[in-house]
């Protein structure tokens, strides 16, 4: 079995919100958070818009600080790691951002924005990385007379493979994906998908994939991560949770996405209401004010354990 590329224990994050007369309260955006993604999978990370998958994303990156727990990244503790040793470890870890309009800086043509990276960190001479950025847009379905162009100047596929090419520029090994395509047209997010699947399999690429997508989750991922709140609620193999799934707030997850089948009607899912607010989150299970399963006292008093149920199936349920 590959060995784990990434770990986190009890990871949290909170940020303190401005008040009228100053300091407000405190938004919980992600609570004790185990998960652990191996060498060459993809972990597609999936829930509600606001649940704190983003904000995870950068957790694991080190560009946000945790308020609690840890992350190792191949074996180093990266919250307790020098600047120094931290920057020589960003290049084995990379991001590709949501909106590929403003994650390129639309003053800088593409060969700037591609050699930004190697400069930063001190690889090759100017003739070497021009060559490197030629490569590179090889590599994502570009051609080399774009390299003189400026971000307004593409479509919206063409300017996320020059995100994603900007990930790849220092050969990482992780690359956390945040709504990679959730801004294309279908046809479109088909061919980022499939891109993103050949380099995976080209150089051995490890994937956070954050998506509020079911389908593009199930499509592109190894392992899928379910969040409510801030929290993991399941956790389990693609087939497995297709087939077996456990937490209520998966099962509707699932039942929310329409079937193009009209011999089969569309039944919504029976939840309750909206997500309570981070700011001020509900006792015991986070989700039991929604949940058509609660039972009283034990789902509003006492929060359930995120425990193993069979062979890589996590569940935070009481009853499951």
């Given at each position: 079995?590959?060995?784990?590329?990434?770990?986190?224990?009890?990871?949290?994050?909170?940020?303190?919100?401005?008040?009228?007369?100053?300091?407000?309260?405190r938004?919980?955006?992600?609570?004790?958070?185990?998960?652990?993604?191996?060498?060459?999978?993809?972990?597609?990370?999936?829930?509600?818009?606001?649940?704190?998958?983003?904000t995870?994303?950068?957790?694991?990156?080190?560009?946000?600080?945790?308020?609690?727990?840890?992350?190792?990244?191949?074996?180093?503790?990266?919250?307790?790691?020098?600047?120094?040793?931290?920057?020589?470890?960003?290049?084995?870890?990379?991001?590709?951002?949501?909106?590929?309009?403003?994650?390129?800086?639309?003053?800088?043509?593409?060969?700037?924005?591609?050699?930004?990276?190697?400069?930063?960190?001190?690889?090759?001479?100017?003739?070497?990385?021009?060559?490197?950025?030629?490569?590179?847009?090889?590599?994502?379905?570009?051609?080399?007379?774009?390299?003189?162009?400026?971000?307004?100047?593409?479509?919206?596929?063409?300017?996320?493979?020059?995100?994603?090419?900007?990930?790849?520029?220092?050969?990482?090994?992780?690359?956390?994906?945040?709504?990679?395509?959730?801004?294309?047209?279908?046809?479109?997010?088909?061919?980022?998908?499939?891109?993103?699947?050949?380099?995976?399999?080209?150089?051995?690429?490890?994937?956070?994939?954050?998506?509020?997508?079911?389908?593009?989750?199930?499509?592109?991922?190894?392992?899928?991560a379910?969040?409510?709140?801030?929290?993991?609620?399941?956790?389990?193999p693609?087939?497995?949770?297709?087939?077996?799934?456990?937490?209520?707030?998966?099962?509707?997850?699932?039942?929310?996405?329409?079937l193009p089948?009209?011999?089969?009607?569309?039944?919504?899912?029976?939840?309750?209401?909206?997500?309570?607010?981070?700011?001020?989150?509900?006792?015991?299970?986070?989700?039991?004010?929604?949940?058509?399963?609660?039972?009283?006292?034990?789902?509003?008093?006492?929060?359930?354990?995120?425990?193993?149920?069979?062979?890589?199936?996590?569940?935070?349920?009481?009853?499951?």
């Open positions: 079995m590959p060995e784990t590329l990434l770990e986190t224990q009890d990871l949290s994050c909170s940020f303190r919100l401005a008040g009228p007369w100053g300091r407000g309260p938004l919980q955006a992600v609570t004790g958070v185990n998960l652990s993604i191996r060498a060459g999978e993809t972990l597609g990370l999936v829930g509600e818009s606001g649940c704190g998958k983003s995870l994303g950068r957790l694991v990156l080190a560009l946000l600080p945790p308020t609690g727990g840890r992350v190792r990244f191949g074996g180093e503790e990266l919250t307790a790691l020098a600047k120094s040793r931290l920057k020589h470890l960003r290049r084995q870890m990379q991001i590709v951002f949501q909106d590929p309009y403003s994650s390129l800086n639309p003053r800088m043509m593409v060969r700037h924005i591609l050699e930004e990276p190697y400069a930063i960190h001190g690889l090759g001479t100017r003739a070497e990385r021009r060559a490197w950025v030629a490569e590179l847009l090889q590599e994502v379905g570009l051609a080399e007379e774009h390299l003189e162009r400026y971000p307004h100047e593409f479509s919206g596929g063409q300017r996320q493979r020059l995100g994603i090419a900007r990930a790849l520029a220092l050969k990482p090994k992780l690359i956390v994906a945040d709504e990679p395509v959730s801004a294309l047209d279908v046809s479109i997010q088909a061919q980022i998908l499939n891109l993103l699947a050949e380099l995976q399999k080209r150089y051995g690429l490890t994937y956070l994939f954050i998506s509020h997508d079911l389908s593009v989750i199930s499509q592109i991922s190894d392992r899928i379910v969040m409510y709140l801030g929290r993991l609620v399941e956790t389990a693609r087939a497995v949770l297709a087939a077996a799934r456990l937490h209520p707030y998966t099962e509707a997850l699932l039942a929310a996405v329409p089948d009209p011999a089969r009607p569309f039944q919504p899912p029976e939840l309750k209401g909206d997500p309570p607010s981070p700011i001020n989150l509900p006792s015991g299970c986070s989700f039991h004010p929604r949940c058509p399963e609660a039972q009283f006292p034990i789902c509003r008093d006492a929060f359930p354990e995120y425990r193993e149920t069979a062979a890589e199936h996590w569940v935070s349920c009481h009853f499951r």
